[in-house]
């Protein structure tokens, strides 16, 4: 099983970027998905998820600007991030929880990241 993320750049600030992200391999199913980021000198934190489900979860420095989606029949989670600010510069990793097939365990699963970049 493996995630693997599309979509990061350069952007102005106030453009926007799609991120999406594709889970493959022997996948029996997948509970929540989601997003999270690094920027250089901080620790990871969460930017969105979304729940099999369930509600979407967003930070609070994202509500308003950024949109979680997921499109269950091809395994693929997008973050479409709008209205993009400099404070959003950072490494965007995908994350998602997968039980494999043949398992009856859910394992949680990291994309590689994607970089993005707000800057004039």
């Known amino acids: 099983v493996q995630l693997q993320a599309f979509g990061g750049g350069l952007v102005q600030p106030g453009g926007s970027l799609r991120l999406s992200c594709a889970a493959s391999?022997?996948?029996?199913?997948?509970?929540?998905m989601g997003w999270y980021r690094q920027a250089p000198g901080e620790q990871r934190e969460l930017v969105a998820t979304a729940p099999s489900g369930g509600r979407t979860n967003y930070a609070d420095s994202v509500k308003g600007r950024f949109t979680i989606s997921r499109d269950n029949a091809k395994n693929t989670v997008y973050l479409q991030m709008n209205s993009l600010k400099p404070e959003d510069t950072a490494v965007y990793y995908c994350?998602?929880?997968?039980?494999?097939?043949?398992?009856?365990?859910?394992?949680?699963?990291w994309g590689q990241g994607t970089e993005v970049t707000v800057s004039s």
């Open positions: 391999g022997s996948i029996f199913s997948i509970n929540a």
């Open positions: 994350n998602a929880q997968i039980m494999p097939i043949g398992t009856i365990r859910w394992n949680d699963y």
